[in-house]
């Protein structure tokens, strides 16, 4: 046990690492679900020029590491005269990253349902906005919601390539405590810890839904 | 429901329309492809209020295409189709006689007129039963909730579904679904039904309580377009029968006249094997 103090010493500062990665998490994945349902009902219903923008941003997004992005991002903005506070600016990269698979996820949900739902809804006099609203989405939603999951599950664990462009959170607060204690393993094994229950909860709820979307269908 | 269709003796033809009234539903020269196949070759059809028509013929004759042209779920590339006097898809300019579509808006409206029952029932799974039947009352017509819920629980009751009315459908039978499918259709009002095979995907045992449903919509005097293979059914409820066959209405008369003493050879022959395998 004695080995694990430096652990137990620095554990509340790592706790507060933690908090803000939940933070940075939680202030990334709004505006990716946003633009990521956007993305998808333009990509599925938009025209051919929208859709072959989308395409093209989806494809650039997929060719870039994530880490090759925020480490192009954090050099561009000042260059651009762009003045966003470094949490922001990074925020903003995992925001724009993760709404292009969460988009995919969500045109898969949307394509899955069968043709027979929207002849139904269409043959009750249904609008397209409003069959959408009311008989696609619902469905759409509820069928990506697992997939869905784990890609916030991802997009937790990518906010520790942030303490490569300096941010503070987790992985750097761990990166702080090591060089003071020189004790790698045992605050490795503690934030690996830390990540992990954030990560399995995050899971636990998408095997909930997962559950509750085969029993609804 | 024993014996054969070719065993009875045949009746007086009579083709004549016997309502003076204007068609509920007119279709005329309606044509349709698939890529290279054409699959409706100037099919003209017209249904008198409250008469029920039933389509018959072999599998990939156009039966179940005519249907969803009828209400737009198809696109078709030429003729006209008017509910009630009132055209649905295309509208013909009066001075250049070019074919314009109608806006989304305009269709969606003019399907209000139509319901449609489909093969695979269609019921919208993460609602349930008085959900699925008050969504489209509430949300298209703007009919105040309380006041849908009871209609749709009045129909719930007149296809024997009254103690269904908080089921999902996941945990419903497929001849309750489908009789469920009918009390959404109905619950729009419409003008006129469209049926395309809607016993085809349920168990025998299941089809009396969907047929029993359809005969009573029958004599409440709506008009219908059925489309399906069950002969003994379009035999008792049909006001006159339509044969297709190759994207063409080959034949087209009165129940005993079409299924006792076809004119035509290929309805004899199509009969012919229905009989031989079936023995209704």
Partial sequence: MKEFGPLIHSFWYLLRGAEMTVLMATSAVVPATILGVLLSLLHVFGGRLLRSAILGYLFLIRGIPLLVLLTFVYYLLPLTGIDLPPFWGVVLVISLYYAAFISEVFRAGILSLPQAQWDAARSLGMTRGLLLQIVILPQALRLAAPPYVSLCVSLVKATSLVSIVGLWELTMASREVVERTLAPFQIFIGAAAIYFCICYTLALYGRHLERRVLLGH | ?280
């Fill in chain 2, 1 to 280: 429901m024993g014996g054969t269709l070719n065993d009875a003796s045949s009746s007086a033809i009579e083709l004549a329309p016997t309502r003076q009234q204007r068609p509920m539903l007119e279709i005329a020269g309606l044509r349709k492809r698939f890529g290279s196949v054409e699959v409706l070759r100037d099919v003209s059809l017209a249904v008198s209020p409250g008469e029920v028509v039933v389509v018959i013929g072999p599998s990939g004759s156009g039966k179940t295409t005519l249907l969803r042209c009828t209400n737009l779920l198809e696109e078709y590339e030429h003729g006209t189709i008017m509910i009630d006097g009132e055209p649905i898809g295309y509208r013909i300019d009066g001075r250049s006689g070019r074919r314009a579509r109608m806006s989304e808006r305009e269709i969606a409206k003019a399907r209000e007129r139509i319901g449609m029952v489909f093969q695979s029932f269609n019921l919208f799974p993460h609602m349930n039963v008085l959900q699925n039947i008050v969504a489209a009352p509430v949300r298209v017509k703007r009919i105040e909730r309380r006041q849908a819920e009871a209609r749709a629980r009045e129909l719930l009751a007149m296809v024997g579904l009254s103690d269904k009315a908080a089921e999902h459908p996941i945990r419903l039978s497929g001849g309750q679904q489908q009789r469920v499918a009918i009390a959404r259709a109905l619950a729009m009002d419409p003008k006129i039904m469209l049926f395309d095979e809607i016993t085809s995907a349920l168990d025998p045992e299941l089809v009396g309580e969907v047929l029993a449903a359809m005969q009573q919509l029958a004599s409440d005097g709506m008009t219908m377009v059925v489309v399906t293979h069950e002969m003994s059914f379009a035999r008792d409820i049909a006001d006159r029968i339509v044969f297709m066959d190759g994207g063409v209405i080959v034949e087209e008369g009165k129940p005993d006249q079409l299924l006792f003493a076809p004119q035509t050879e290929r309805v004899r022959a199509f009969l012919k094997r229905y009989n031989d395998r079936y023995r209704i």
